[in-house]
C-alpha cells in the first residue's frame, strides 16, 4: 500500500489581488507558513501561471517548480475547471458562464469551446513539461438542464447529449494519453458527469479510455445523498485526484436535496469548512489507502460560514492528522510458521496420499 501525500491546497479559492494572495511567490509562502506541502494550481489565474507559455516553455515551468521550491513546496498538479466547463455548454448557461473566457469571446459560443478545447490541450502539453501524472476540469454539461425528468424527457435526449459530449472530449483524452497525463473529471452537480452512473455513460462511450479518470471529493456525494465510500469500493481504479472538502446535509419540512433556491448559507446542503461537517474522512483516508491511492490529499475550502483564512490554517493539520502511515508488514507477521511446501503439504494433510 502507499502513503497518500498531502497536506496540499488547492489554489483557486485563496487568490485575489491582494498580498500574498495576488502572485505565486507569495501566496506559496504564506501556504508553507500553514504547512502545506503542495500546492495545486488554477491554470486559468494570471496573477498566478500562465497556461500557455507553461505548455510553449519547459523553462518555464521549472521556473514555476523552483519558485514553489524556494519555500520547500512542490506543485501536485494544474486545474482547468473553468476552461472545461466550456467544452460543454448548454445555451441555457451562455450568459453566465461567458465570463469564464476572455472578454472578446463573449457572446460567441463556438469561439469560446474552441478557446476551451485547445486550454484542454495547452494543459496536458503543460502537465507533461511538469512531470505530473495527473490533471483535473469539469465535463462541462448538455443534459444538466434536463437532470429532473419533469416534463417528460424525449426519447433519447440524454444519449444524443452524452454521445456528443464523448465526441466532444475523445480528443482531449488522446491528447493527454499522448503527454502521458491522466484527465480526472470533478465528478460535480452541474456538470454532466455528477455521479456514478453518468460516469459510466460517459465511460462507456470513450471506450472506457485509460486517461479518463476521476477527482474525488466526498463533499459533493453528500449534498446528493450518495453514498461516498461505496464509491470508492466501485471506482477506486479511476480515482487518481481526491479535494478534501467537508459537507453537511440537514433536510427540514422546508427543503432538502434541491435546495429551494436559497442562497449557501440557508441550505439544507452547504460545504463547510473541514471537520464542520458530516463527511467520514477517517474511513475515506482509510478506504483510499487500502486501494493504493496514489495521488495528492488537497484542502479545497468552501464554506459560508467561515473564513477562508481560518479555513485553511485548520486544513493541513486536519489532513495530516487523517494521512494514514500504509503499514509495510502484516500484523500477524510475527506469528509466521515460515513453512515450506512440503511443510504446507503436511498441514493439509496432502502428504499422507
Known amino acids: 500500500m502507499k502513503t497518500i501525500q498531502g497536506p496540499g491546497i488547492f489554489l483557486a479559492q485563496f487568490a485575489s489581488d491582494t498580498a500574498p494572495f495576488n502572485s505565486f511567490d507569495t501566496i506559496c509562502a504564506w501556504a508553507k507558513s500553514l504547512g502545506y506541502a503542495a500546492v495545486q494550481i488554477p491554470s486559468w489565474d494570471a496573477r498566478l501561471f500562465d497556461l500557455k507559455l507553461a505548455a510553449e516553455s519547459k523553462t518555464y515551468c521549472e521556473e514555476i517548480t523552483a519558485a514553489a521550491a524556494r519555500h520547500n513546496l512542490v506543485i501536485s498538479d494544474l486545474s482547468t475547471h473553468l476552461q472545461g466547463q466550456l467544452v460543454a455548454c448548454h445555451p441555457a448557461y451562455d450568459a453566465m458562464f461567458d465570463g469564464f473566457a476572455p472578454q472578446g469571446l463573449h457572446g460567441n459560443p463556438g469561439a469560446r469551446q474552441a478557446w476551451a478545447v485547445e486550454q484542454l490541450h495547452l494543459a496536458a502539453r503543460a502537465s507533461a513539461h511538469f512531470g505530473m501524472k495527473a490533471h483535473v476540469t469539469f465535463s462541462g454539461a448538455l443534459a444538466w438542464p434536463f437532470i429532473y ?72 456525494f453528500v449534498l446528493q445523498q450518495l453514498d461516498y465510500l461505496q464509491f470508492i469500493d466501485l471506482y477506486h481504479s479511476r480515482i487518481k485526484m481526491f479535494h478534501v472538502k467537508d459537507a ?44 493504493d491511492f496514489p495521488g ?58
Request: hydrophobic share 35%; glycine share 8%; charged share 25%.
Open 149 to 220: 425528468p419533469w416534463p417528460q424527457r424525449p426519447a433519447g435526449l440524454i444519449e444524443t447529449a452524452f454521445d456528443e459530449l464523448a465526441k466532444r472530449w475523445l480528443p482531449i483524452l488522446n491528447a493527454f494519453d499522448q503527454a502521458g497525463v491522466d484527465l480526472c473529471f470533478e465528478i460535480h452537480p452541474g456538470e454532466d458527469l455528477h455521479d456514478g452512473a453518468t460516469f459510466e455513460m460517459f465511460l462507456d462511450r470513450v471506450r472506457q479510455h485509460p486517461r479518463c479518470n476521476v477527482l474525488y471529493d466526498p463533499s459533493h
Open 248 to 291: 453537511e446535509f440537514r433536510p427540514s419540512g422546508k427543503q432538502g436535496v434541491y435546495g429551494g433556491y436559497q442562497p449557501w448559507v440557508e441550505r439544507a446542503g452547504r460545504f463547510r469548512s473541514l471537520g464542520d461537517g458530516q463527511v467520514d474522512f477517517q474511513s475515506i483516508f482509510s478506504k483510499l489507502t487500502q486501494y
Open 296 to 353: 495528492w490529499a488537497v484542502l479545497e475550502w468552501e464554506c459560508s460560514i467561515k473564513s477562508s483564512e481560518q479555513g485553511a490554517r485548520e486544513g493541513a493539520p486536519f489532513i495530516k492528522r487523517h494521512i494514514n502511515e500504509a503499514a509495510k508488514t502484516s500484523f500477524d507477521d510475527f506469528a509466521s510458521s515460515g513453512a515450506d511446501q512440503k511443510a504446507l503439504r503436511a498441514i493439509l494433510g496432502l502428504s499422507r496420499e
